[in-house]
């Protein structure tokens, strides 16, 4: 006989609460090596997302490298990346409060290295035998130039470039400029050569960015500069130098991001042809998929079907040999040859840091992004859904059934769906273990994450499905995979919410006012007026939307006839805004003009703003208030109370 008890779904008490998620969780940031030393970044809620550089010494021993209040997180392109760089036991960081370099050694306190000033700097190589001398030293990096000449002299845009940066009195030199954007700068093993990624409006990395090689000559000076690969409709990613100083990347000229060799004065080579993504999409910078263990192997990490796979590429003959882990999302892989070292998570386990000793194969979690284990049977094991859409396409989902060791359904009960809309929209949902889609499954909720058309991870024509076609595509896949689990008789019909957070916010937006599927929904700082949107947004998206949607203004009509906010007669049913007030990326007034437009239209509508906090909140106080809010919001809506004690939430007009 079974002891759980009988409750109805969305009411079941779990030990997976909003307190546990900011108290017991961690963000993890890409691994980095410095001999038998590894660092890694933490993203620490409760101390408000400050983000603290972190050392495991080759003895086990690991200690905080920057204390606070300093914060190791870059602002160029806003989404940062690459903002750590460690050579030879002293750590190079941007500081997230002046968005200037520091170094730092080991039990030190962090010292400036370049003074305060408008530039932004991320994704530093070390250049040890260059400077004003061969002794001095340089830092070549991206460098991104905020100040008022560079803003008059580019229609109000910062400058980008790739830079040199002295490491005995941080002074700066520009050596390729020119383009819109830059992206990893990287030496080869001899130095005498730079290679780095460039991309030029209204490209996004992803769509097309050009591989450039130069000379170094003795003064550090580019010389003899060289286009790869690459171009408008090619995405180069991730170069790399092998240990005997052969170019590799990852490109997709035939639709899937594979690996490819370039000899200086030969053809490019494919390194194994395979309809799998050795890349991702390169929203932030600092990114790495795989490295060189030896010059003919190659550790690396590709998706298919949007789960992750660790192997071997032998680089003469292109067989790939797979690595045996449990991990089915990988990122930000590194080896020094004797290790490999990455994030790695699973369904049923969290994020960690992980290291992999080469000689003996053992596997070694150097650090969880959580401090202690759940019973699995709290625990909702992810299913991987291909599900018809719209003009006979298929989309995918990741789908998680209501689980609870203590609780079971009333007979006949179906469980309230939450369909979740991930960001970008350029972007994928991942299959690690997130205790924020376990906090609802663990109460009676079922989840389906959704990766719409225009999801990375299923080739570059699945990617470019949502060209001219934000607000179309994804939401017909949000619609399509809610219709597929109601018709399958998982979910209950009458109980259907939405939620996305960016990006994701437009697709729920837009679903809710352009679609009759669901029956409310959230939006985590979404994006409600795309002309807004267009008009007011940073340099690295500004153009971002000629390709989801159209030129602009040219296609103004189209602008304003995918744009929620100016289709509210169509929105008839509740919905929870959760927004930053120095939100860059989407700025405020976007929730506020939805909140009133839903107001005087007589809808129910919350609305929670948080001082402080941008695209993305981090404090742990703002977390729990929003998680905990949502429920009570769903709860209201859908007509039972949650087991959780939470604080009301203002709903206007019910």
């Given amino acids: 006989m079974s002891s759980r008890k009988i409750a109805a ?18 963000a993890l940031g890409s691994p980095l090596l410095d001999g038998g030393d590894t660092y890694w970044l933490e993203g620490r809620p409760a101390e408000g997302g400050r983000q603290v550089i972190v050392r495991m010494s080759a003895d086990g021993e690991v200690t905080d490298i920057t204390p606070p209040p300093f914060n190791a997180r870059t602002r160029v392109h806003e989404y940062g990346g690459g903002a750590v760089l460690v050579h030879q036991g002293t750590v190079y960081f941007s500081n997230f409060t002046d968005q200037q370099l520091y170094r730092v050694h080991t039990g030190g306190e962090p010292q400036h290295l370049t003074e305060p000033s408008p530039m932004r700097f991320a994704d530093c190589v070390m250049d040890v035998g260059r400077g004003r001398t061969a002794r001095e030293g340089r830092l070549v990096c991206i460098r991104e130039d905020h100040s008022e000449s560079a803003l008059a002299q580019n229609d109000g845009d910062p400058v980008n470039t790739i830079a040199a940066v002295s490491l005995v009195d941080g002074s700066q030199r520009v050596l390729v400029a020119g383009n819109d954007f830059y992206a990893a700068p990287r030496l080869s093993p001899d130095g005498q050569r730079l290679a780095w990624l460039t991309w030029n409006h209204p490209n996004m990395p992803w769509d097309g960015t050009e591989l450039w090689v130069a000379d170094l000559d003795e003064e550090g000076s580019v010389r003899n500069q060289h286009l790869v690969a690459g171009g408008i409709d090619e995405s180069i990613f991730c170069p790399v130098w092998s240990p005997d100083g052969v170019l590799t990347f990852a490109s997709d000229r035939f639709g899937w991001w594979n690996l490819y060799r370039w000899e200086h004065g030969a053809s490019l080579r494919c390194l194994l042809e395979k309809e799998a993504e050795f890349g991702v999409p390169q929203w932030g910078l600092g990114l790495s998929t795989y490295g060189y263990v030896t010059a003919s192997t190659i550790v690396c990490v590709y998706s298919e079907h949007g789960i992750d796979h660790l192997a071997f590429l032998d680089v003469p003959t292109g067989s790939l040999t797979p690595i045996d882990t449990p991990y089915t999302s990988i990122s930000g892989i590194l080896t020094d040859g004797q290790r490999v070292v990455f994030r790695g998570g699973a369904p049923t386990l969290p994020g960690a840091i992980v290291s992999i000793d080469l000689a003996s194969g053992a596997q070694t979690v150097m650090k969880r992004s959580m401090s202690l284990d759940i019973d699995p ?16 396409r298929t989309a995918y989902g990741l789908f998680y059934a209501p689980n609870n060791r203590d ?25 690690a273990l997130s205790l924020g889609i376990q906090f609802w499954t663990s ?21 470019n499905l949502l060209r001219d076609r934000w607000g179309i595509v994804d939401v017909d896949d949000c619609a399509k995979g809610a219709q597929y689990l109601v018709a399958e008789e998982r979910v209950d019909g009458d109980r259907l919410a939405i939620r996305g957070g960016s990006a994701g916010g437009y697709t729920t937006l837009s679903a809710l006012a352009f679609r009759d599927m669901f029956h409310c929904g959230a939006s985590h700082y979404g994006v409600s007026d795309l002309e807004a949107l267009a008009r007011d947004n940073h340099k690295f998206e500004s153009r971002y939307l000629d390709r989801l949607i159209g030129p602009y203004p040219e296609r103004i009509d189209v602008y304003t006839a995918r744009s929620p906010i100016h289709h509210v007669e ?45 695209h993305g909140f981090r404090r742990a106080e703002n977390i729990k208030r929003a998680l905990d809010a949502e429920l009570y919001f769903y709860g209201r809506i859908f007509g039972f109370e949650p087991a959780d004690a939470i604080e009301p939430v203002p709903i206007r007009n019910l």
């Fill in 570 to 614: 169509g929105l008839n049913c509740p919905v929870i805004f959760f927004q930053g007030l120095e939100d860059r990326v989407v700025p405020p007034a976007q929730a506020e003009m939805m909140v009133e437009a839903l107001d005087k239209k007589g809808i129910p509508v919350a609305y929670l703003a948080f001082e402080g906090e941008q």
């Fill in 9 to 26: 779904y969305g009411t079941w008490a779990s030990p997976i609460t909003s307190d546990l998620i900011v108290s017991q969780t961690i």
């Fill in 407 to 431: 609780f079971a359904a009333p007979a006949g009960e179906k469980p309230p769906l939450v369909v979740f809309s991930h960001g970008g929209p350029t972007g994928a949902t991942s299959s």
């Fill in 377 to 392: 049977g709290y625990l909702s094991v992810r299913e991987s859904l291909a599900f018809p859409s719209e003009e006979g």
């Fill in 443 to 463: 109460r009676g909720f079922a989840v389906l994450d959704v990766n719409y058309g225009g999801s990375s991870g299923y080739g570059r024509a699945y990617r």
